[in-house]
């Protein structure tokens, strides 16, 4: 099973995915590739799998994912290989994307893996505060850059299973262990 995780920059989507994967042995995280600079905190093949903008364009060629996309100038993308060597191995994956790689995926993958997705809300002020006071400190460009996606983003929420209000940290993951567990469920039923 793949649970998919979006929300705008700040939403929490991380810290949600740290915690699920703390409380839920089954489950693991499929970082992306990205072409950014690592930041503080960043754990090369854990964060995301880093590589430069050259060796991204070139795996693009070989068409090594099943999507990817450019955000705040860096590339961003779904591994082919990584994704179904997790899916064979029967773990939960958990990712975070996205609106736009969320629609590929589902697209994509619809007939072959079960697909849970859950879209993180957060009021746009309390979205602001957050991205202000990240570890990372984005420039007060990058928050602009950042703040402006944010009804682009909530367009989207159609898309999604679940949309849950992020504004209690342990209420959210409490309640998105309860989806996963629920779906689960109803995948060995079916």
């Given at each position: 099973?793949?649970?998919?995780?979006?929300?705008?920059?700040?939403?929490?989507?991380?810290?949600?995915k740290k915690e699920l994967i703390k409380r839920m042995e089954q489950v693991e995280s499929l970082p992306s590739f990205t072409s950014r600079p690592m930041r503080e905190g960043d754990v090369a093949g854990q964060t995301y799998n880093f590589v430069s903008r050259e060796e991204f364009e070139e795996m693009i060629k070989r068409e090594?994912?099943?999507?990817?996309?450019?955000?705040?100038?860096q590339y961003y993308g779904t591994s082919k290989k990584l994704l179904n060597e997790k899916v064979r191995s029967g773990k939960i994956i958990v990712k975070d994307i996205d609106v736009n790689g969320t629609e590929h995926l589902k697209e994509l993958l619809k007939n072959d893996t079960k697909i849970v997705t859950i879209f993180l809300r957060v009021p746009k002020e309390e979205l602001k505060r957050r991205l202000e006071t990240?570890?990372?400190?984005?420039?007060?460009?990058?928050?602009?850059?950042?703040?402006?996606?944010?009804?682009y983003e909530e367009s989207k929420i159609n898309l999604y299973d679940y949309v849950l209000k992020n504004d209690d940290l342990e209420k959210t993951v409490?309640?998105?262990?309860?989806?996963i567990e629920n779906e689960q469920r109803m995948e060995k039923q079916s």
């Amino acid at each position: 099973m793949l649970v998919i995780l979006s929300g705008v920059a700040g939403a929490g989507k991380d810290t949600i995915k740290k915690e699920l994967i703390k409380r839920m042995e089954q489950v693991e995280s499929l970082p992306s590739f990205t072409s950014r600079p690592m930041r503080e905190g960043d754990v090369a093949g854990q964060t995301y799998n880093f590589v430069s903008r050259e060796e991204f364009e070139e795996m693009i060629k070989r068409e090594e994912f099943y999507e990817y996309d450019i955000h705040h100038n860096q590339y961003y993308g779904t591994s082919k290989k990584l994704l179904n060597e997790k899916v064979r191995s029967g773990k939960i994956i958990v990712k975070d994307i996205d609106v736009n790689g969320t629609e590929h995926l589902k697209e994509l993958l619809k007939n072959d893996t079960k697909i849970v997705t859950i879209f993180l809300r957060v009021p746009k002020e309390e979205l602001k505060r957050r991205l202000e006071t990240r570890i990372d400190k984005p420039s007060p460009a990058e928050v602009i850059l950042r703040l402006n996606r944010f009804d682009y983003e909530e367009s989207k929420i159609n898309l999604y299973d679940y949309v849950l209000k992020n504004d209690d940290l342990e209420k959210t993951v409490q309640i998105v262990m309860t989806i996963i567990e629920n779906e689960q469920r109803m995948e060995k039923q079916s």
